[in-house]
Nanobody
Framework: QVQLVESGGGLVQAGGSLRLSCAAS????????MGWYRQAPGKEREWVAAVNIFGGTNYSDSVKGRFTISRDNAKNTVYLQMNSLKPEDTAAYYC???????????????WGQGTQVTVSS
């Protein structure tokens, strides 16, 4: 069973920071690269960041240099530290296991409830 629970979103002013967390079931987390995705109103879900089982990371161009993804293998949790937030970062954020370098596509069709990030200008 796919279990993903995202948290940490909120309302923040432009230039501010937030740290998102995603607690995943062991069946999802162990042995998989993990990723963050986001979906803004009226737009398709897009990939944001990825971390593999060795701690290697990759980012979409829109967040590179501002966001940092990490994982805690002991807690089956992946994090997203978001700094220098912009209004265009406003979206619901989701995590999932991810296909490394295969279009950074999500591995599973099931998603958690997401966590809303709203950045005011």
């Amino acid at each position: 069973q796919v279990q993903l629970v995202e948290s940490g979103g909120g309302l923040v002013q432009a230039g501010g920071s937030l740290r998102l967390s995603c607690a995943a079931s062991g069946s999802i987390f162990r042995g998989n690269a993990m990723g963050w995705y986001r979906q803004a109103p009226g737009k398709e879900r897009e990939w944001v960041a990825a971390v593999n089982i060795f701690g290697g990371t990759n980012y979409s161009d829109s967040v590179k240099g501002r966001f940092t993804i990490s994982r805690d293998n002991a807690k089956n949790t992946v994090y997203l530290q978001m700094n220098s937030l912009k209004p265009e970062d406003t979206a619901a954020y989701y995590c999932n296991a991810l296909l490394w370098r295969v279009g950074w596509a999500p591995k599973y069709d099931s998603w958690g409830q997401g966590t809303q990030v709203t950045v005011s200008s």
